[in-house]
């Protein structure tokens, strides 16, 4: 087998791997198929607004960092399906929405419920904003006048200092 042929095989056998990950890739989480892509999920009137709302809530399983609503994944496009029914049944958010949690666990929620554990989600960010601030200035405050303690005299010491000895000097 010549170099260029060697060169040539593996070139192929790059391209063939890359072809099977790309189909593997969007086997797993494309949509199902194109009708999935170019169904209209309702957008206009209570039924529209509720879908949007919780669809937004939901986290996408497959994705990262986006909600059912954004994402064309195919588990995605079950869930919308999911909360279609379940918006066309009556059923409202929070009902929805436990729905999935008691199925899902709370992960599947884009925010953590402002319950038990997770209030810490909520007030911590709070907290730091606006305790940590005043706790910085409260640190660097202190140290400078620990360090104005250990004999480093300021300026303007010095130069009152000097004009006293230049007034004794004189006199």
């Known amino acids: 087998m010549t170099r260029h042929s060697r060169t ?3 070139f192929k056998l790059a391209v063939l791997n890359l072809l099977l ?3 593997l890739v969007a086997g797993e989480s494309g949509p199902v198929d194109e009708d999935a892509l ?3 999920w309702p957008s ?3 039924i529209g607004e509720l879908f949007h ?3 937004g809530s939901l986290r996408c399983p497959t994705c990262t960092g986006l909600s059912v609503l954004e994402s064309d994944a195919r588990f995605s ?3 919308k399906e999911i909360v279609l029914e379940q918006v066309e049944a009556g059923k409202n958010r929070d009902q929805i929405l436990q729905y ?3 199925r899902y666990g709370p992960w599947i929620l884009r925010s953590p419920p402002p319950r038990g554990f997770n209030v810490l989600a909520w007030l911590l960010p709070l907290t730091i904003l606006l305790l940590g601030p005043p ?3 409260f640190f660097v405050w202190r140290k400078r006048r620990v360090m104005n303690t250990l004999g480093v005299r300021s300026s303007d010491d010095i130069i009152k200092e000097m004009q006293g000895r230049l007034k004794e000097m004189q006199a």
Do not use: M, R, S, Y
């Open 53 to 55: 709302d919780v669809a």
């Open 8 to 10: 040539l095989n593996l």
């Open 44 to 46: 206009d009137g209570p």
């Open 21 to 23: 990950t790309t189909a």
């Open 77 to 79: 496009q079950q869930i």
């Open 100 to 102: 999935f949690t008691e």
């Open 135 to 137: 706790a910085v200035w």
């Open 38 to 40: 170019k169904k209209a």
